[in-house]
């Protein structure tokens, strides 16, 4: 059993990889700021331990992390990944100033595994899969936040040869994502018959299912590292377009209505070449993919049926 710490806990990943550590039979530990929303973490609030701090309170940090002794840690708090979330300021302050404060705690006590999770928005447009040795060009607040994040961890790792880990996510879905997401409004829609707005149907992600996420997570706090600091894509390594989307929806909740393409504005980040090239985390922790989008949008339909209002 590990002693662990989870940051963005009560978010959509970190609430089903509390979930994925408890069934692992670790000890759980949540740091949450004052104002979270606790809905995702309702039922097993009885089965963790909630630390109540802000990140950006250097003094705060130290003295929680002090307080848990954390072998393990996963720093998945973030913000400005949603289209509303835009104030420049937080997004610096959740996604590098609490990262350097919380993993500079760390440094200091000493841990086992500290897995920081990045975006694949630190890349930018690409048109093709890129490595995670190419050249990152976020095109974002978001972006630029997670890419300075991101090599703050890679650098403390090569100057204190420490265990730490950076797992650049692609598009997760799957049970207690946020209802204002393409995945749950579907669903939502779907199992009345209907279908929500939609935009341009050749937009395309790299939809993985949360259970790969939080399988790579444990997997990278487990591995050695093969170099100080590794990062790796977290993505399926196959592109799904709307269309496709829609379409496998529309045949699993058997939905009539036809999709009204365009109904919905298009997006600054919305692009028709968006795909993890995914070799480096295969060969290295020897993770794959256990869901295809498909398999993965069932679960997620058969869990908001019995869930769901």
């Known amino acids: 059993m590990k002693r662990v710490l989870l940051t963005g806990g009560t978010g959509f990943v970190g609430a089903n990889l509390a979930r994925r550590l408890l069934r692992d039979g670790h000890a759980v530990h949540l740091l949450v700021r004052p104002a979270h929303a606790g809905w995702r973490i309702e039922e097993i609030r009885h089965d963790i331990q909630l630390h109540e701090l802000e990140l950006a309170d250097a003094n705060a940090a130290s003295k929680t992390v002090a307080a ?7 720093h998945l708090a973030a ?16 996604n590098l100033i609490a990262t350097v404060n919380l993993l500079e705690s760390a440094l200091r ?6 897995v920081h999770t990045g975006s694949s928005s630190e890349y930018g447009f690409k048109d093709h899969a890129p490595a995670e040795t190419e050249w990152v060009e976020p095109n974002s607040h978001y972006a630029c936040a997670k890419a300075a994040a991101t090599q703050y961890c890679r650098y403390s790792a090569q100057a204190q040869k420490a265990h730490i880990v950076t797992l650049r996510l692609y598009s997760a879905f799957g049970p207690f994502e946020d209802p204002n997401r393409l995945m749950p409004k579907l669903i939502e829609h779907g199992l009345r018959g209907e279908l ?8 395309a992600r790299d939809y993985i299912y ?4 939080c399988e790579a997570c444990i997997l990278a706090a487990q591995m050695p590292s093969c170099e100080p600091g590794p990062v790796y894509n977290l993505g399926t390594g196959v592109q799904t377009s709307l269309r496709d989307v829609v379409d496998v929806s529309r045949r699993l909740l058997d939905i009539a209505a036809e999709p009204q393409w365009g109904s919905m504005l298009p997006r600054i980040w919305d692009t028709s070449v968006w795909v993890a090239n995914n070799q480096r985390i295969k060969a290295e922790l020897g993770w794959k993919p256990r869901f295809n989008f ?16």
Not at 109 to 114: D, Q, S, T
Request: hydrophobic letters at 45%.
């Open 79 to 94: 913000h400005g990944a949603y289209s509303w979330q835009k104030d420049a300021a937080q997004i610096f302050q959740t």
């Open 196 to 203: 929500p707005l939609l935009v341009n149907p050749d937009i």
């Open 294 to 309: 498909e398999e993965g949008f069932l679960e997620m339909a058969n869990w908001a049926r019995k869930n769901l209002p």
């Open 109 to 114: 006590l000493g841990f086992e595994a500290f």
């Open 210 to 213: 949360i259970d790969d996420v």
């Open 68 to 74: 848990i002794k954390p072998d393990w840690i996963f």
